[in-house]
């Protein structure tokens, strides 16, 4: 079982930037792919990034492309999304997820455990 909790989020202006970070614990000593989602509200959960266990296989939706950095840390068990030039749009409740495996996925039926997820507002 891997849990994982998440910080940073919080309320900014358009064209500002936020980093969100989510700490894995627990089975950490499998290897995983994590990704971040966001929810709107009354939309479904959208995918955001991805990236692989080894962290050289990243993916970007395209809303999103130019804009966020998703990376990972040396320890494997924590991941970043550097959020740059927030737009209103950008608002939602991001949720970090991880899957068991090396590869990336887009869905999320493919991910195993999910973070409590953090509010993100841009205001205009």
């Known amino acids: 079982q891997v849990q994982l909790v998440q910080s940073g989020g919080g309320r900014v202006q358009a064209g500002n930037s936020l980093t969100l970070s989510c700490v894995a614990s627990?089975?950490?000593?499998?290897?995983?792919?994590m990704a971040w989602f966001r929810q709107a509200p009354g939309m479904e959960r959208d995918f955001v990034a991805a990236v692989s266990w080894s962290g050289r296989n990243i993916y970007y939706a395209d809303s999103v492309k130019g804009r966020f950095t998703v990376s990972r840390a040396d320890v494997k068990n924590t991941v970043y999304l550097q959020m740059n030039d927030l737009r209103p749009e950008d608002t939602a409740v991001y949720h970090c997820?991880?899957?068991?495996?090396?590869?990336?996925?887009?869905?999320?039926?493919?991910?195993?455990?999910w973070g409590q997820g953090t509010q993100v507002t841009v205001s205009s």
């Open positions: 627990g089975r950490t000593s499998s290897k995983y792919a």
């Open positions: 997820a991880a899957r068991n495996g090396l590869a990336i996925a887009t869905e999320t039926g493919e991910y195993d455990y």
